[in-house]
């Protein structure tokens, strides 16, 4: 061992300990950077007042008394009376240490656990209003019988003014109404369904109908469209639906045409 200096001897008890300097310095709690000045004597590279203190660990880490390089230890900034181990100050400097250690551990893990829940929330797009199907209805002009569509409207599946019509979807699509009223379409947005009232017969038509939900009139339309698939849907004027190819639903039916001949009949 070298007795020369107090440094060059700390780093070769290290080295005959087998010890590399990440590792011992790991062991301590202490950064390499402190190690490696300690071991090199550069004093001035410590923190003020912790170069005594500091030194003195990693000798009674490696069974070294300083006090045997009176050369080296005296060059130690320090007071001669603080050679001797204050318990109570090395207690507190541990505690000190422990304590900004703990800070920082939990500083980081604040700054990296949030990280993917916040990504998360920033995604989820925006929220769902809460449905206005309860609003009461607004009163329609003089000129006009029954409300436009995609005003609030109550919830029953018929009334005196139309047959309820409720478009959901899953993701945004497009669809189109065509009625005696003339044609209306819009984007349906996942949070804002479309409900309307609509008089006599109808069309229907939706962009991506398998991501579409449709109720008429109270009831669930199976139109068993796969996503990406258009459908169009023709109803009467009381909502059913009429599957493709079968004959128009008239809207009332045309009352018996009278014989003028027959009342006569009988008559000379």
């Not at 007042?49 to 005296?74: H, K, M, N, Y």
Request: net charge negative; glycine share 10%; proline share 12%.
């Amino acid at each position: 061992m070298i007795r020369g200096k107090l440094g060059p001897a700390l780093e070769q008890a290290r080295l005959d300990a087998g010890f590399s300097r990440a590792q011992f310095a790991r062991e301590l709690n202490l950064s390499i950077t402190l190690l490696e000045a300690i071991e090199s004597e550069s004093w001035t590279e410590l923190p003020a007042g912790l170069e005594r203190p500091l030194t003195r660990q990693v000798a009674a880490r490696l069974g070294i008394d300083p006090s045997e390089f009176p050369d080296s230890w005296e060059a130690i900034p320090g007071a001669a009376g603080s050679d001797t181990p204050d318990p109570r100050r090395e207690w507190m400097e541990r505690a000190v240490m422990g304590l900004l250690s703990a800070g920082s551990v939990g500083l980081l893990l604040w700054l990296v656990i949030p990280g993917p829940r916040i990504r998360a929330g920033a995604s989820t797009g925006p929220k769902t209003l809460p449905s206005p199907v309860h609003a009461p209805v607004p009163a329609a002009p003089p000129d006009q019988p029954y409300p436009v569509i995609g005003e609030l409207i109550p919830e029953a599946p018929r009334n005196e003014d139309g047959i309820l019509v409720t478009i959901r979807a899953l993701d945004a699509t497009q669809a189109s109404l065509e009625s005696e009223a003339g044609r209306n379409a819009r984007v349906v947005q996942v949070s804002e369904p479309w409900r309307f009232r609509v008089k006599g017969p109808f069309v229907i038509t939706l962009e991506n109908a398998g991501v579409v939900k449709l109720e008429v009139g109270g009831r669930l339309i199976p139109h068993g469209q796969s996503v990406g698939e258009a459908w169009t849907g023709r109803f009467g004027p009381e909502g059913q639906w009429i599957p493709r190819g079968a004959p128009e639903v008239p809207a009332k039916a045309s009352a018996p045409e009278t014989d003028p001949v027959g009342e006569e009949g009988g008559r000379p």
